[in-house]
C-alpha cells in the first residue's frame, strides 16, 4: 500500500504558512481573545463578589448566635470574643478586594438592636458594577450599584 503525503512548495521551493494565512489566523485568534478576555474578567469580578457576600452572610450569622447568646449584638468583628467581639479573620480573598466595614447599634439597649455590616469594593475591583455590598440586622441585603447583585 503507498501512502502518498501530499507537501505544499512555496515560490522558493520550500513548504511552509502564506503570509495570508498567518494573518487569517491572528485575526481569528484577535476576535477570539476580544471575546473571551472580557467575560473572563466579568466571571473574576462576580467570583470575588461572591466571596464578600459569603463573609458578610457568614458575619449575620455569628452576630445572630452573639445576640441569643448576650442579648446584644457585638460591636466588632475582630475582636475577640473575651473583649465582646465576634473574633473573626476577614479572609485574605476578600480583604484584599473589599473593604469591610461594620455598623454596630449606637446602644444595644435600643429594642430590636442593630447593625449593618458593608463590603466596599477596592483596586481592581472597585470596577464592579454592584458596587459597595450591604447587609443589616434584618438580612436586608443592598447594592449601591443596583439590583440583582444578590
Known amino acids: 500500500m503507498n501512502v502518498r503525503v501530499s507537501k505544499r512548495i512555496g515560490l522558493n521551493g520550500e513548504s511552509g504558512f502564506t503570509l495570508i494565512e498567518l494573518i487569517v489566523t491572528m485575526v481569528v485568534i484577535g476576535i477570539l481573545a476580544a471575546i473571551a478576555i472580557p467575560s473572563y474578567q466579568d466571571y473574576v469580578l462576580r467570583s470575588?463578589?461572591?466571596?464578600?457576600?459569603?463573609?458578610?452572610?457568614?458575619?449575620a450569622a455569628r452576630q445572630q448566635h452573639f445576640l441569643v447568646d448576650r442579648r446584644a449584638y457585638s460591636p466588632s468583628i475582630t475582636d475577640a470574643p473575651a473583649d465582646g467581639g465576634l473574633g473573626m479573620t476577614i479572609p485574605v480573598r476578600v480583604s484584599n478586594f473589599y473593604d469591610?466595614?461594620?455598623t454596630p447599634a449606637v446602644n444595644n439597649a435600643v429594642s430590636p438592636p442593630t447593625y449593618t455590616v458593608s463590603a466596599?469594593?477596592?483596586?481592581?475591583?472597585?470596577?464592579?458594577?454592584?458596587?459597595t455590598l450591604g447587609l443589616t440586622q434584618n438580612g436586608v441585603r443592598s447594592a449601591t450599584g443596583g439590583t440583582g447583585c444578590w
Open 48 to 59: 470575588r463578589r461572591a466571596d464578600a457576600q459569603a463573609f458578610l452572610l457568614e458575619v
Open 120 to 131: 466596599a469594593p477596592k483596586g481592581v475591583q472597585s470596577g464592579d458594577r454592584c458596587g
Open 100 to 102: 469591610v466595614t461594620f
